[in-house]
């Protein structure tokens, strides 16, 4: 029988890769989708044949606790999460619920269906779960580069949020014996990434200024530094790190650090464009609190996981901005099919 997998926020940027990964291993994979409709199930449309989906969200114990019982799945990976991180500030509470309390609805949901009402129960049911952390927990980082040992100082609710989902797996993992880990994932981009996220941004951007359709770019902070990666490679560490004889929680990332300048230049650079020309520097979009430094030591992950990055960050931004040109070229010849169809 082939291994089953759930996967929250299926129809997101991480989603999306981790299921087309799985379903290359032969894996049984199931998604968790809201009811509503979604406006990014595009991402996983080409996938919809050979995925199954259920029903749920992260903000309602019983569904979840029904969907775990179900799909009665090998591993689940809880990807569903409100990721933008400037959005935290002006709705700190539904992130909190969402990014926070919805990691332990999914592990008490586990631990129900797996039948653990005990301290150091044995393996929760046989279900292997994977929580996604993420780097923003460091925050003011007390060091650089960041590893699975540094202090957490979080800049923002969304950090707030995320240090409790990582803290209620660890807990997890150590009250019920539970297979619990965190994946403490660095930025990681792609053509798949929101318009709202500044390196989606600037390549969209940069594609509408080298196609006519846009004159300007606003952005916040140029000299914002982060550890950018390819979301593509940063979804196989994820299964690595379930397939461990013992769980625990693993820092991911490329450990090349590169500001948001650098990502314009090379993005506009790509076009055979001049990024002064037409960048903005707005005060407005700078963060109430900036996180300025974050980079990952990702040591203890090569040498366990045998995971190391393959995608450079060049390579990305080009391949970002290579993507949003072919889509602006099928909304041309799109507008163009249209008159000639027309009664």
């Given at each position: 029988?082939?291994?089953?997998?759930?996967?929250?926020?299926?129809?997101?940027?991480?989603?999306?890769?981790?299921?087309?990964?799985?379903?290359?291993?032969?894996?049984?994979?199931?998604?968790?989708?809201?009811?509503?409709?979604?406006?990014?199930?595009?991402?996983?449309?080409?996938?919809?044949?050979?995925?199954?989906?259920?029903?749920?969200?992260?903000?309602?114990q019983a569904t979840?606790?029904?969907?775990?019982?179900?799909?009665?799945?090998?591993?689940?990976?809880?990807?569903?999460?409100?990721?933008?991180?400037?959005?935290?500030?002006?709705?700190?509470?539904?992130?909190?619920?969402?990014?926070?309390?919805?990691?332990?609805?999914?592990?008490?949901?586990?631990?129900?269906?797996?039948?653990?009402?005990?301290?150091?129960?044995?393996d929760g049911g046989?279900?292997?779960?994977?929580?996604?952390?993420?780097?923003?927990?460091?925050?003011?980082?007390?060091?650089?580069?960041?590893?699975?040992?540094?202090?957490?100082?979080?800049?923002?609710?969304?950090?707030?949020?995320?240090?409790?989902?990582?803290?209620?797996?660890?807990?997890?993992?150590?009250?019920?014996?539970?297979?619990?880990?965190?994946?403490?994932?660095?930025?990681?981009e792609s053509p798949?990434?929101?318009?709202?996220?500044?390196?989606?941004?600037?390549?969209?951007?940069?594609?509408?200024?080298?196609?006519?359709?846009?004159?300007?770019?606003?952005?916040?902070?140029?000299?914002?530094?982060?550890?950018?990666?390819?979301?593509?490679?940063?979804?196989?560490?994820?299964?690595?790190?379930?397939?461990?004889?013992?769980?625990?929680?693993?820092?991911?990332?490329?450990?090349?650090?590169?500001?948001?300048?650098?990502?314009?230049?090379?993005?506009?650079?790509?076009?055979?464009?001049?990024?002064?020309?037409?960048?903005?520097?707005?005060?407005?979009?700078?963060?109430?609190?900036?996180?300025?430094?974050?980079?990952?030591?990702?040591?203890?992950?090569?040498?366990?996981?045998?995971?190391?990055?393959?995608?450079?960050?060049?390579?990305?931004?080009?391949?970002?901005?290579?993507?949003?040109?072919?889509?602006?070229?099928?909304?041309?010849?799109?507008?163009?099919?249209?008159?000639?169809?027309?009664?």
């Amino acid at each position: 029988m082939p291994r089953r997998a759930l996967i929250t926020g299926i129809t997101g940027q991480d989603g999306s890769y981790l299921a087309e990964y799985l379903l290359s291993l032969g894996y049984d994979v199931w998604g968790l989708v809201r009811g509503q409709s979604n406006p990014r199930q595009s991402r996983i449309s080409r996938l919809a044949a050979d995925l199954s989906f259920e029903y749920g969200d992260l903000l309602d114990q019983a569904t979840l606790v029904s969907v775990v019982d179900r799909v009665q799945p090998d591993e689940v990976y809880n990807l569903g999460a409100i990721s933008f991180v400037p959005m935290s500030w002006q709705q700190a509470e539904l992130v909190t619920e969402v990014n926070g309390m919805g990691v332990l609805r999914m592990l008490e949901a586990i631990r129900m269906v797996g039948g653990l009402s005990g301290s150091r129960g044995s393996d929760g049911g046989g279900i292997r779960f994977y929580q996604a952390s993420s780097s923003e927990m460091f925050g003011k980082a007390a060091e650089t580069p960041q590893s699975e040992s540094t202090v957490f100082h979080p800049r923002s609710p969304y950090g707030v949020a995320k240090v409790y989902g990582h803290c209620i797996t660890r807990n997890y993992r150590e009250s019920f014996g539970m297979y619990a880990v965190s994946g403490m994932l660095f930025n990681h981009e792609s053509p798949r990434r929101g318009t709202e996220f500044v390196t989606r941004k600037i390549s969209l951007a940069t594609a509408r200024i080298a196609s006519g359709r846009q004159e300007k770019l606003h952005l916040g902070n140029l000299d914002a530094v982060r550890d950018w990666g390819f979301a593509g490679d940063y979804v196989q560490a994820m299964h690595a790190m379930l397939q461990q004889d013992e769980p625990g929680d693993w820092v991911i990332g490329t450990g090349v650090m590169h500001s948001v300048r650098d990502a314009v230049r090379i993005a506009f650079e790509h076009v055979g464009l001049d990024w002064r020309d037409h960048v903005v520097v707005d005060p407005a979009l700078v963060r109430p609190a900036e996180v300025e430094v974050l980079c990952a030591d990702t040591t203890r992950a090569t040498a366990a996981l045998g995971w190391t990055p393959v995608t450079s960050f060049p390579e990305l931004m080009r391949m970002m901005v290579d993507s949003d040109l072919a889509q602006l070229r099928r909304e041309d010849s799109y507008g163009d099919l249209v008159p000639a169809m027309s009664w």
